[in-house]
């Protein structure tokens, strides 16, 4: 089922091209994000916005994504008055929804999704630095850029992991701007990784550089992540 138009969100046209997608997704993420804008920042915005580039921006998902919004639109059309009635029986049940229910909900966010996502963003913004100091001995060093791009696949291995635990449960509504940082802080991590794993294949030190202030954006993101946690307890 396909409950929301990623196209839609991303303001871009079915037929766009992955190039138009990304360009897109910038420039929206900028937008609402509150570093860049205070005036148009919105947290919940931003975690649509990066939900749909992780679909939309992955030729394969989108492909997949694709075909379920044709049959979703499709049985859309063919059973409206079906639809409605279970939306009003969700409405209902979410109604029903008990204070009790609510405090359980976040609880069982923060132990299942939050704390280990926590985990794995901490071991890969804080071993950077290290890495970094290792390679700074000789930079075309076949062995320590071996070493170095073991590390970058342990943390992109890492980051995986935090990614599939981060959408394994919906985020409660009362955590969306704790939400809103983590899942950019690991769009964060994604984008550093991918200019750091140029490196070893040209030795141009600007990736190396746009690698290290991606990484330190993403620990902005992560401290503020974690200053919505405690403000929230």
Not at 128 to 152: G, S
Request: proline content about 3%; some cysteine.
């Amino acid at each position: 089922m396909v409950d929301t138009n990623h196209y839609e969100t991303l303001k871009v046209s079915p037929t766009a091209s992955q190039a138009e997608i990304k360009q897109a997704y910038r420039r929206l993420a900028k937008q609402y994000h509150p570093d860049s804008n205070q005036e148009t920042a919105d947290a919940e915005q931003i975690i649509r916005i990066n939900a749909a580039y992780e679909v939309l921006g992955d030729a394969e998902r989108r492909q997949s994504y694709d075909r379920r919004l044709h049959n979703h639109r499709t049985q859309k059309s063919n059973g409206s008055r079906q639809q409605r009635s279970t939306a009003a029986g969700q409405q209902y049940q979410a109604q029903r929804q008990t204070g009790r229910d609510v405090d359980e909900q976040i609880e069982q966010w923060l132990r299942l999704v939050y704390q280990p996502v926590n985990r794995w963003v901490y071991a890969i913004l804080n071993s950077l630095k290290t890495q970094i100091e290792k390679l700074a001995a000789d930079p075309f060093d076949d062995v320590l850029l071996e070493e170095f791009q073991d590390y970058l696949d342990t943390c992109r291995d890492d980051l995986k992991q935090a990614q599939i635990t981060f959408r394994s449960l919906p985020n409660p509504p009362s955590l969306a701007r704790v939400a809103a940082h983590l899942y950019y802080c690991l769009n964060q991590i994604g984008d550093g990784l991918d200019e750091l794993e140029y490196f070893p294949l040209n030795y141009d030190e600007s990736y190396l550089h746009a690698g290290q202030e991606m990484f330190r954006n993403a620990k902005g993101l992560y401290r503020e992540a974690q200053d919505s946690v405690m403000a929230y307890k």
